[in-house]
């Protein structure tokens, strides 16, 4: 068997199992193989009884005292207890409605337990329904997998192991001896079988290692790469005459300082004969649209013509009459050209465009239509990054030669991140806020305030101010969560309903979104209960409250987007975060949350609670997702790839000797497969 093999023909799949399997984006023996371990149990450490930790798992190696006892409990649910001993020390176990535990456990016979162990209300040590296996049968580290309904770890574990026995040969290597020799790494065909099944911990800790270092490393060499050539691309799209202090005298505010220093970076960019690929992170509110504006101003003014890309209609239009306001009088011409733009409007924009009389176009995707053509297009300008593919953010770009880019952003994306998140783009961060941003005061409550919630609510409306209500779901699922939908529901039939209610959520087509989100800009909708599809939207000054259901259910970044849809006008704004949650890690996000709404220090607690996943990923960037590294433990392995991968590029620039070719198809092959190439 091979690793391009389908993964039906592994034993023990077959094709029922491999659309289960491809569910989990596995349908290959190789990506099988890719498919790691989430966490292991380690049935090779025996821990005494005595020397047990509490709440940590651990494996005992004990005997059955008796054979265990069946108590029913109120509810119909049966209760089965009984005592294990090593011979120093005893334990009792609980297992809860398993009729054949009795079958299972033999008194007098000697098992392998694996749990945790935990102080029941009298103080003594029990463990609650353990794994438990014969000694001969599991001394070792077992895998435990990623499960879905169709597929648990169990049978995950099996196949992976049937896999790896069928192959035909050791899986081939594509690190050259040199580059493994100088960083300490083993073979990959041992990093492979020893990541699904290490004999011990140490054998483990190489495997993880070796891996790591291979998407860090693959990583690395491909944003090194983008970079390079973005370096030594020549543009016609040349700032000769700086024009930025005749467009801050066109503004009615004052930019900070900020906001001076992004766009002097930019321009030192626009202006090197090199096409600008520059990120503009800020926070909520920073102004980063006056720093685009600014850009566009100097492109228009050296013969150019600039466009404005956003990812909805509603945040297209603002942008369009934001940006109207700023060069009425101008010698800028602005069109707004989105899918709901009448046909014969198109025409003439398309025209205008073409003939270079029309000098900004602010849109949606409709600017990447094959039919749009700029006479010479200098600046792009892409608003909420996260929100495009890299592919549409280089599509607009392929409508002109070689022209600058500049991406903006509103996720505050912590320091430690930037070198891989951003690895092909130069940044500038927008850290202060302009003046007369309302501070939003935050507050956690329990569900028993809703009433006192929604007294608040109807005070605000009766002031004629508007509100968002935000729920984790669209509709009715687990059971302790507040689904949209349903809420939405029981407010319009009870409490509010002489009120004007809106309903927004991502299975809504594109064109109902807007509406709606159109209709609460305008301010015919008093309270908008919806999903997170607001977290990055339109401003609607006249909204002041913003009450988050479930708080829990959502990261700190998330939260701290959520929050900036309010505060934008000239009201006091507040934000309600709704939860019963106990655990630390809630109570920890929301202590932060009511104490901060610096957003880049928001970002380093959240990656410090819980680590990088809500910021790599492709959903949210177009970068290709990670499937082991972790930037937050593996930082120092950053640095040590960073350095390997340059090494490497000044031998070998574009990767062509044969040395390097397994390792060019797999950079190719990763950038493919996130949009990026």
């Known amino acids: 068997m091979k ?20 569910k989990l984006s596995v349908d290959t023996v190789g990506a099988l193989l890719r498919y790691y371990p989430r966490a292991y149990e380690d049935w090779s450490r025996i821990t005494p009884i005595r020397e047990m930790p509490e709440n940590e798992p651990c494996c005992i190696r004990a005997t059955v005292c008796h054979t265990p006892t069946k108590i029913r409990i109120p509810g119909g649910l049966l209760l089965f207890k009984t005592a294990v001993t090593d011979g120093a020390g005893l334990l009792n176990l609980t297992f809860y409605n398993n009729k054949y535990i009795g079958n299972q456990l033999k ?32 001394h070792r580290i077992r895998p435990i997998y990623p499960a879905s309904a169709q597929l648990s770890s169990k049978t995950i574990e099996k196949c992976v192991q049937n896999a790896l026995d069928a192959l035909e040969e050791p899986i081939r290597d594509f690190m050259p001896s040199e580059i493994r020799a100088q960083n300490g790494l083993c073979d990959l065909d041992t990093a492979i079988r020893h990541i699904h099944f290490p004999p011990d911990a140490a054998a483990l800790e190489e495997a993880r290692r070796r891996l790591i270092f291979d998407e860090l490393f693959l990583l690395q060499l491909g944003l ?75 492109a228009v003014k050296n013969g150019m013509q600039a466009a404005v890309m956003a990812p909805t209609e509603v945040l297209a239009e603002q942008h369009y009459h934001t940006m109207q306001t700023f060069f009425a009088g101008s010698e800028v011409t602005v069109a707004l050209l989105t899918g709901s ?56 770009a392929a409508k002109g030669g070689n022209p600058h880019i500049l991406v903006m952003s509103a996720t505050p994306i912590p320091r430690t991140l930037g070198l891989i998140l951003y690895g092909d783009l130069n ?38 101010l508007q509100a968002y209500i935000v729920c984790p779901l669209v509709e009715e699922g687990e059971s302790d969560l507040v689904p949209a939908e349903d809420y939405y529901e029981r407010l319009q039939k009870g409490v509010f309903a ?113 680590g990088p996943g809500d910021f790599f990923g492709k959903r949210q960037h177009g970068l290709p997702e990670l499937h082991i590294a972790d930037i937050l433990r593996d930082t120092r392995m950053l640095g ?4 390997a991968a340059e090494k490497l590029l000044r031998a070998d620039p574009t990767l062509e000797s044969t040395e390097h070719a397994a390792i060019k198809r797999r950079v190719d092959q990763l950038f493919a497969a996130s949009e990026i190439a």
Do not use: W
């Open 640 to 643: 040590v790839v960073r350095e």
């Open 107 to 138: 008194e007098g016979e000697e098992y392998l337990f694996f749990g945790k162990a935990v102080r029941n209300k009298y103080g003594a040590r029990e463990m609650a329904s353990p794994m438990f296996q014969k000694p001969q049968t599991a």
């Open 341 to 396: 733009t009448p046909a014969a409007q198109k025409r003439a924009i398309k025209a205008g465009l073409a003939a270079g009389e029309i000098t900004l176009a602010v849109g949606t995707h409709a600017l990447l239509q094959q039919d749009v053509e700029f006479r010479k297009l200098g600046l792009v300008v892409t608003d909420e990054q996260h929100r495009f593919g890299v592919a549409q953010r280089a599509g607009l």
């Open 224 to 298: 090194l790469q983008m970079k390079g050539r973005t370096q030594t691309l020549r543009t016609d799209c040349v700032v000769h005459e700086d024009h930025t202090a005749e467009f801050t005298a066109r503004l009615p505010f004052q930019m900070t300082r900020a906001q001076s220093r992004a766009v002097h970076e930019a321009m030192r960019d626009m202006q090197s004969g090199e096409p600008m690929n520059r990120l503009l992170q800020g926070d909520v509110g920073s102004g980063k649209t006056a720093v685009a504006a600014a850009l566009c101003y100097n």
């Open 427 to 464: 940044v500038s961060v927008l850290d202060e806020l302009p003046p007369g941003r309302q501070k939003i005061e935050t507050y956690c409550v329990s569900t028993g305030y809703r009433p006192r919630i929604y007294r608040f609510l109807e005070k605000h409306i009766e002031r004629g």
């Open 3 to 22: 690793l391009r093999s389908e993964i039906q023909y592994v034993k023990g799949v077959g094709p029922a199992r491999a659309e289960a399997f491809q």
């Open 498 to 610: 002489s009120r004007r209610l809106g309903l927004l959520h991502g299975r809504m087509r594109p064109r109902e979104k807007d509406a709606v989100m159109r209709a609460f800009a305008n301010g015919e909708i008093d309270i908008l209960v919806s999903t997170v599809v607001i977290e990055v939207g339109v401003d609607v000054p006249n909204a002041a409250v913003m009450v988050i259901e479930n708080a829990e259910r959502f990261g700190l970044s998330q939260l701290h987007q959520l929050r900036g849809r309010v505060g934008r006008g000239k009201e006091k704004s507040t934000c309600i975060l709704v939860s019963d949650a106990q655990n630390e890690e809630a109570a920890a996000r929301f202590k932060i949350l009511c104490e901060t709404t610096d957003g880049f220090r928001i970002a380093d607690a959240d990656l410090q609670l819980r």
